[in-house]
């Protein structure tokens, strides 16, 4: 006669998350609320897609996760009546994206995991943080050397092209330093002129004439720059090539990281 054993009830792990918080989450989780859409995509790419219950209205990839999961709001507005409703047992946010009156209302209910991203190893510490978090270690570990291989082969550049990162317009914003944004262009061989300032700097059009970059990059996001927005630039900057770019692949620090050294490579004037 065959015995039916009771199912193992969850244990409880550990970890430390990127800002230094001890976080105790029932292991394995099996209700995950995603307040992030770079993170979003990745619980999907680690096979976690039943499990993620919650998401943002912009976790826009994977296209079907805003059909099968309750959207709860925005990453700087949650609607904790809906989350509250989901009965979570992990969320996972992030401190830039996210807001920290909201986080701080969540981590008193529930176990809130916190990622602090401005580098490309912080983003593969990360991947594999998530997968201790959801035991699916294999497969995070997997995507994380995919993703270092990718950049280690992106080799180094002699003469890096002198560039600014468009995030805005009206007014005009850059990335900087201290972002992720400006780790992923000094190793796609690209030499952020803007690098002095910190973070997300306005500009004045006299300051970009001045600078003077070989190379301005428009982002497709936040602002979403269109070929409409490249004769502004050149009437500031003529001599310089002007690109819209995919805004996703210099800023998603989660699996996105795939295709992101082979898009540089395409970028060099």
């Not at 800023?251 to 060099?268: D, K, M, P, T, V």
Request: overall charge neutral; charged content about 20%.
């Amino acid at each position: 006669m065959r015995m039916h054993l009771p199912p193992t009830p969850s244990l409880p792990l550990t970890l430390t998350d990127q800002l230094g918080r001890r976080v105790v989450v029932p292991y394995p989780p099996q209700r995950i609320v995603s307040l992030v859409p770079s993170q979003t995509e990745l619980l999907f790419d680690l096979g976690l897609g039943t499990r993620v219950v919650g998401v943002t209205k912009f976790c826009i990839h994977p296209s079907q996760a805003r059909q099968r999961a309750t959207v709860i709001g925005g990453t700087k507005n949650f609607d904790f009546e809906k989350i509250a409703a989901l009965k979570p047992d992990l969320i996972l946010g992030n401190k830039e994206e996210n807001y920290q009156e909201g986080i701080e209302q969540l981590a008193d209910q529930y176990p809130v995991w916190l990622s602090d991203i401005s580098t490309l190893e912080e983003a593969l510490h990360m991947i594999r943080q998530v997968g201790m978090l959801t035991a699916t270690q294999a497969k995070a570990e997997a995507l994380a050397t995919d993703i270092a291989d990718s950049f280690a082969n992106l080799g180094s550049t002699a003469s890096p092209v002198s560039a600014a990162y468009f995030i805005w317009r009206k007014p005009y914003m850059v990335a900087a330093s201290g972002t992720f944004i400006n780790d992923l262009l000094t190793r796609a061989g690209f030499r952020n002129i803007f690098a002095g300032q910190s973070r997300y700097p306005e500009i004045t059009r006299e300051q970009l004439a001045d600078a003077a970059p070989q190379v301005i990059f428009l982002s497709s996001e936040p602002y979403p720059f269109k070929e409409k927005h490249v004769s502004e630039f050149a009437e500031m900057c003529p001599k310089a090539a002007i690109r819209i770019v995919d805004g996703e692949l210099f800023s998603w620090y989660g699996s996105r990281l795939r295709y992101s050294a082979a898009y540089f490579r395409e970028l060099h004037p």
